[in-house]
């Protein structure tokens, strides 16, 4: 068993003043997970997707499909 820790890290396009996920995607191969949280709050629990839904929504998001 792994005890690998989340490297959390935002995107690059990420100046929009804080209003930002953290991605730890470190863990998709070793644990089947990639974590997110809400940048401004790290302390609370994060979302766990699995790579396959992380990819879809990544997917959507550069296709458009996910604006408000």
Same mark, same amino acid.
């Given at each position: 068993?792994?005890?690998?820790?989340?490297?959390?890290?935002?995107? $690059?396009?990420?100046?929009?003043?804080? =209003?930002?996920?953290?991605?730890?995607?470190?863990? *998709?191969?070793?644990? #089947?997970? &990639?974590?997110?949280?809400? $940048?401004?709050?790290?302390?609370?629990? =994060?979302?766990?997707?699995?790579?396959?839904?992380? *990819?879809?929504?990544? #997917?959507? &998001?550069?296709?458009?499909?996910?604006?408000?």
């Amino acid at each position: 068993m792994t005890t690998e820790t989340p490297r959390w890290f935002t995107s $690059s396009y990420s100046e929009n003043g804080g =209003a930002c996920i953290e991605v730890a995607a470190n863990l *998709a191969t070793t644990h #089947g997970t &990639v974590p997110i949280r809400d $940048s401004k709050d790290p302390h609370r629990s =994060a979302l766990t997707l699995t790579p396959s839904a992380w *990819a879809a929504f990544v #997917g959507g &998001v550069q296709q458009g499909a996910l604006t408000p």
